[in-house]
C-alpha cells in the first residue's frame, strides 16, 4: 500500500493550492481519507476527511470555508483544494486512509493505518 501526496510549494498569503494523494494497493472508494498537517514544533492536525460511503467531508475550524476536499474514484486519488492561504497553513501535509474508522474518531490521528509522505505548503510574502 503507497499513498503518495504531491502539490505542495511555496506561494504568498492569499493565493490558492491544490494538493493530491494517489492511491497504490488499496481503493479509496473503501476507505475514509483524511489530510493532516503538522507546522513544525507542533503536533500533528487534523485538516479535512471524505467518509467512504456517503462521501460526506468534515473540516478543522481553522479550514472550513477555505479547503475542500474531493476524491476521484476513477483514478483513486483524492484532493485539498486550499484558497485563501495564510501564513499560519504553513506546514507538510499528509494523506492518510483507513477503512474500519468510525466517525467518531475521524479527526484522530490515531485512527488511520495508512499514511503518505508529507508534502510541504510554504506561505509567505
Known amino acids: 500500500v503507497q499513498l503518495q501526496a504531491s502539490g505542495g510549494g511555496l506561494v504568498q498569503p492569499g493565493d490558492s493550492l491544490r494538493l493530491s494523494c494517489a492511491a497504490s494497493?488499496?481503493?479509496?472508494?473503501?476507505?475514509?481519507v483524511a489530510w493532516f498537517r503538522q507546522a513544525p514544533g507542533k503536533e500533528r492536525e487534523f485538516v479535512a476527511a471524505?467518509?467512504?460511503?456517503?462521501?460526506?467531508?468534515y473540516y478543522s475550524d481553522s479550514v472550513k470555508g477555505r479547503f475542500t476536499m474531493s476524491k476521484n474514484n476513477a483514478k483513486n486519488t483524492v484532493y485539498l483544494e486550499m484558497n485563501t492561504l495564510k501564513p499560519e497553513d504553513t506546514a507538510d501535509y499528509y494523506c492518510?486512509?483507513?477503512?474500519?474508522?468510525?466517525?467518531?474518531?475521524?479527526?484522530?490521528?490515531?485512527?488511520?493505518?495508512?499514511w503518505g509522505q508529507g508534502t510541504l505548503v510554504t506561505v509567505s510574502s
Open positions: 492518510a486512509a483507513d477503512s474500519q474508522i468510525i466517525l467518531s474518531s475521524i479527526r484522530d490521528i490515531r485512527g488511520y493505518n495508512y
Open positions: 494497493g488499496l481503493t479509496f472508494s473503501r476507505y475514509t
Open positions: 471524505i467518509r467512504r460511503s456517503q462521501g460526506t467531508t
